[in-house]
């Protein structure tokens, strides 16, 4: 079979382009100020809710929630919110027109619940009323009549950890007929004889908390009705297409009837994949009805308490390894804690699953994940997305097994890990660019890992210092979740410019600037020539989603077919126009024009434009770029789950105050295998960005509720993110670019991998300080919080 | 309603508004001021700071009453028409922004700082910067930039030509 040709066309470039040093590129890898830069510090970018300055008129919607975590729906009486002055309607699940149903994977969630709630968080009605106020207090007087049922915040009382089965319980879920979402499993190899056979066995239990995204800018979506009885939506979202697909499906419309646009986006992070679809779908429920444009934005607390977080876990893991430290086997129970709806919980539990065992060459290994239900906030998407909850264990136990084998850590992990030519536990054979062990010797040597070591290691007093490393590995894009295909077009204008349109997002962390570098370097044209477009259903070309590390590897190769095949035809006619031997030495530095053996004779860019418009040759492409399939069995776990793996090494370097358990990192390195910088200002502000992230998520965040399921910190002031003063007083930054041949110059994603193995970097630094073997054991949950601290200081019996 | 005379940027406003109006809304919604953010409405983000005679402020914390008389600058009003300050080239410069939601946040509260302390420590920056969170995580570039912008201003270049610092760094490469 004859492959398509924008894989021979990616794997054309990558293979000529292969020797080359990313410092002789033109853009690809060079910081080129992103094309938002200066409208960003002039505060003049306009994110969803700026726009309602130029909206006349509209309506307000305001989403009156649950009282109960769970309880039955037996009536609704909305009459005296009706009464309040203001107030236009107040929607119930009846005024629906479509399909009462936003759930991302399976559709379990109600747009506004209907039955029963399953959350404190739940919409039971919305309010349609001329001012946001009337509409937030109107929702005060919409009484709702429920029959409470029994509230279950742990999944362990609904799942028994030992058998992994269902206990009976009443049902959250009682449609589904079971409140086990999905289940994933590994079964490879003989894990009963490896373990036989070991020197060694590390078990130990783990914990991982939610996390909340906590993006600076609240949810917002502004809906106007359209003449032809569709909408328009602005909406803080992700992923605008599975946006529109879930407002067509509510509103009963055909897609092309619904139009969804993404302004700027104040931060996403996963989080705002799923939200936007619920915010936008309520918006257009209101500006169909009203005829009105209608406005929808959250404050904090309802940011917090109306969208999903990363998932909570709970695990079991067991190690084998031999007196050699090899390691022989791996066996763990991973239960995520999946709140009230499915959200993209499926697609989580199954990327923790495959990366269940870490980068390293595992022969024999049980591992089984649940998602379980329960009556909390739903888990959804987060960068990382299932990986940081099974790096979190697998590098802990790393850090054990090496202290049991009385090893370096990093020379037990050197021993283990996977290089070029392994296979993955799935049986995945890696035939291109592993640079996890370049990672870790440059990580180890930029962090000054052996001085540390030693010298932390004689420390006296109270205030004690420590150093960790975790590694970790990260499949790119959505490997076998769905199809995955990205697009773009680009557009040259007469005048030489250039519109560049796809249907991804940008969240902030600049992965559009990667698409113009690559357009640009191929094009031959300075970035400046070239205009992103807004993503926009009805106007550029559907990318798939916004998510999972994708945008440079898929987004990329679609932008690289597109202007390679726009630079194939422009190449022969600028040959042809100055007379150069073949198409292949026509040189395009725009403005400039010539052929390599002559670069006294040159047109400009804007003639072969011009010549192109009249001599037909077409300005336009579109580029598309379809992924290899991913294989997965779903009995063994095996096969080849994602096409590419970003590796990367992380070495926390950290103080903890013996006296009050309090702990500060003081220096970060960080090592990714990218296979190529791209953006390399976005790749470095994903290492940092990601890394101080990862680090709230290891000492500071976490969601408390009370007894009845009410989340207790809902706003910024309980809920800690890092500040500036939290800010590590060092980083080191390095890429490795063991590029892969199906790739933009061999690029792969950073999105998510710059979180993935940050806390337990973090971890194994404080245990590392603590310098107890006991203590080694009870690092077993993160945030690591002054108390949590101090307490395994007590425990293990830890003096200065 | 209360009668309010404002000068905001320069340019002065006779309001009548609530009494409990939040300077945040007067800006946004009255002036049509977007760089003025709203990230939580309770003093925690710091993405809605804006001067005051000077001084930074919670604009979701003030009420537009109380501020009779009173001098208001936010981003917009930093530099004047066609200029851009220091600490916004300092900003570009230090490659530190991402999603922006909070950049003008930081931009302000590095300015009454910088009013204040001409060169301040890495220490006092931090302090200082603290009151604005950034999820996207751009803190250590942010320091760079409040650095960049303190050598600025003692330099005396306060104020860049906004169409050349345009042509300048517009998708341009940086050099490190
Ligand atoms: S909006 Fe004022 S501090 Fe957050
Ligand atoms: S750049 Fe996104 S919050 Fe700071």
């Given at each position: ?464 210092r420590g150093i960790g490393i975790a590694i970790f590995y990260h499949g790119n894009s ?161 096969g080849a789950p994602y096409f590419t793996y970003t590796y990367g090494a992380i070495v ?149 | ?109 590095t300015k009454a700082l910088l009013d204040r302390v001409k060169e301040p420590s890495e ?54």
């Amino acid at each position: 079979m004859s492959k398509p040709d924008y894989v021979e066309i990616v794997e054309e470039i990558f293979y000529k382009t292969k020797e080359k040093k990313t410092e002789e590129f033109k853009y690809v890898g060079k910081d080129v100020v992103r094309w938002d830069a200066i409208s960003k510090i002039s505060g003049q970018p306009v994110y969803t809710a700026d726009l309602l300055r130029f909206i006349k008129n509209p309506v307000f919607v305001y989403s009156v929630r649950a009282k109960y975590a769970h309880a039955r729906i037996k009536g609704l009486d909305v009459s005296d919110a009706l009464k309040y002055p203001g107030v236009l309607a107040v929607l119930t699940a009846r005024d629906i027109p479509g399909i009462n149903d936003v759930g991302y994977v399976i559709p379990d969630q109600p747009l506004i619940a209907d039955r029963k709630v399953r959350f404190i968080g739940d919409t039971v009605a919305l309010v349609v009323a001329e001012s946001l106020e009337n509409a937030r207090e109107a929702g005060e007087l919409v009484s709702v009549d429920y029959e409470p049922l029994k509230v279950y915040l742990d999944p362990l009382e609904i799942i028994d950890p030992e058998t992994l089965q269902e206990k009976p319980h009443e049902l959250i879920h009682d449609e589904r007929g079971s409140d086990i979402l999905t289940r994933y499993k590994i079964r490879v190899g003989d894990v009963e004889k490896a373990f036989k056979e070991a020197a060694v066995v590390v078990e130990n239990k783990y914990e991982t908390p939610f996390q909340e995204h906590a993006y600076i800018e609240p949810e917002a979506a502004i809906a106007i009705p359209e003449a032809d009885g569709g909408v328009t939506i602005y909406a803080k979202t992700q992923c605008p297409f599975d946006t529109r697909k879930a407002v067509a499906n509510v509103l009963g419309l055909p897609f092309n009837m619904v139009r969804v646009i993404a302004p700027a986006l104040g931060g996403g992070f996963g989080g705002a994949e799923d939200v936007g679809n619920e915010i936008a779908a309520k918006a257009a429920l209101a500006a169909i009805r009203f005829k009105r444009p209608a406005v929808l934005l959250h404050t904090r607390e309802e940011s917090i308490i109306g969208h999903t977080k990363r998932h909570r876990t709970i695990s079991w893991y067991r190690h084998a390894a031999s007196r050699d430290g090899t390691l022989l086997g791996v066996e763990a129970k991973i239960i995520l804690d999946k709140g009230a709806y499915a959200s993209l919980g499926p697609f989580v539990a199954w990327r923790a699953v495959v990366h269940s065992t870490g980068p390293y060459k595992v022969r024999n290994a049980k591992v089984d994940v649940v998602a379980v239900y329960t009556n909390k906030i739903p888990g959804g998407a987060f960068r990382g997305f299932g990986n940081p909850q099974v790096t979190f264990p697998v590098e802990r136990q790393m850090d054990i097994l090496a202290e049991e084998l009385g090893m370096d850590p990093v020379e037990f992990r050197l021993k283990n890990i996977l290089r070029n030519g392994d296979r993955t536990v799935h049986g995945q054979l890696l035939d291109h660019g592993v640079g996890l062990e370049e990672a870790i010797k440059k990580a180890v040597e930029l962090s000054g890992w052996y001085e540390k070591r030693r010298l932390y290691a004689s420390l006296k007093g109270p205030v004690r210092r420590g150093i960790g490393i975790a590694i970790f590995y990260h499949g790119n894009s959505i490997g076998a979740e769905g199809a995955d295909y990205s697009s773009v077009s680009v557009i040259i204008q007469r005048d030489g410019s250039i519109v560049f349109r796809t249907g991804l997002t940008d969240m902030g962390q600049g992965a559009i600037q990667g698409l113009i570098n690559i357009l640009a370097e191929v094009l031959g044209v300075p970035p400046h020539y070239i205009k992103v477009e807004l993503a926009d259903t009805s106007a550029t070309p559907d990318a798939g989603p916004t998510v999972a590390s994708r945008s440079t590897a898929m987004g990329g190769n679609a932008t690289l077919v597109a202007a390679y095949k726009l630079r194939k035809r422009l190449d022969q006619l600028a040959a042809s126009l100055l007379g150069c031997k073949s198409p292949d030495d026509v040189v395009i530095e725009a403005p400039k024009v010539y052929c390599r053996d002559d670069p006294s004779h040159t047109i400009t860019w804007r003639e072969l434009v011009e010549q192109a418009f009249w001599k037909g040759v077409p300005l336009q492409e579109f580029g598309y770029y379809r992924a290899p399939p991913a294989e997965w069995d779903e009995e063994t776990g095996t096969g080849a789950p994602y096409f590419t793996y970003t590796y990367g090494a992380i070495v926390s370097d950290v103080e903890v105050d013996l006296e009050t358990g309090l702990v500060r990192v003081k220096e970060a390195t960080t090592v990714y295998d990218i296979g190529r910088v791209v953006n390399r200002t976005g790749a470095e502000l994903h290492a940092i960005g990601g890394y101080i992230q990862g680090m709230g998520y290891a000492l500071m965040e976490d969601l408390y509720y009370d007894s009845e399921g009410r989340l207790l910190n809902t706003n910024l002031s309980t809920y800690h993110i890092p500040t500036a003063l939290d800010t590590p007083e060092k980083f080191n930054v390095y890429f490795v670019e063991a590029g892969y041949y199906h790739a933009p110059f061999g690029a792969k994603g950073l999105g998510e991998p710059s979180i993935v193995a940050i806390a337990p970097s973090i971890a194994n630094a404080v245990a590392n300080a603590l310098r107890s073997r006991e203590a080694n054991k009870l690092v077993s949950k993160h945030p690591l919080t002054p108390d949590y601290v101090y307490s395994i200081i007590k425990k293990a019996g830890v003096k200065p | 309603m209360v009668k309010v005379s404002l000068t905001v940027n320069g340019v002065k406003y006779d309001l009548d508004v609530p009494p409990t109006e939040r300077l945040l809304d007067t800006l946004r919604n009255r002036l049509g001021i977007s760089s003025v953010k709203e990230g939580c409405g309770r003093g925690e983000c710091g993405s809605c700071i804006v001067l005051v005679n000077g001084n930074p402020v919670h604009s979701c914390l003030t009420l537009t009453s109380r501020l009779d008389g009173a001098e208001v600058t936010t981003l917009e009003g930093l530099a004047p028409q066609g200029k851009l300050h220091a600490i916004q080239v300092a900003f570009i410069e230090a490659r530190g922004v991402q999603c922006g939601f909070c950049t003008p946040g930081f931009i302000m509260i590095t300015k009454a700082l910088l009013d204040r302390v001409k060169e301040p420590s890495e220490k006092e920056i931090r302090r200082w910067l603290s009151s604005v969170l950034c999820r996207c995580g751009s803190y250590p570039l942010y320091f760079e930039a409040v650095k960049r912008a303190a050598k600025y201003i003692k330099e005396g270049k306060i104020y860049f030509d906004e169409k050349e610092v345009r042509e300048k760094y517009h998708l341009k490469v940086l050099a490190r």
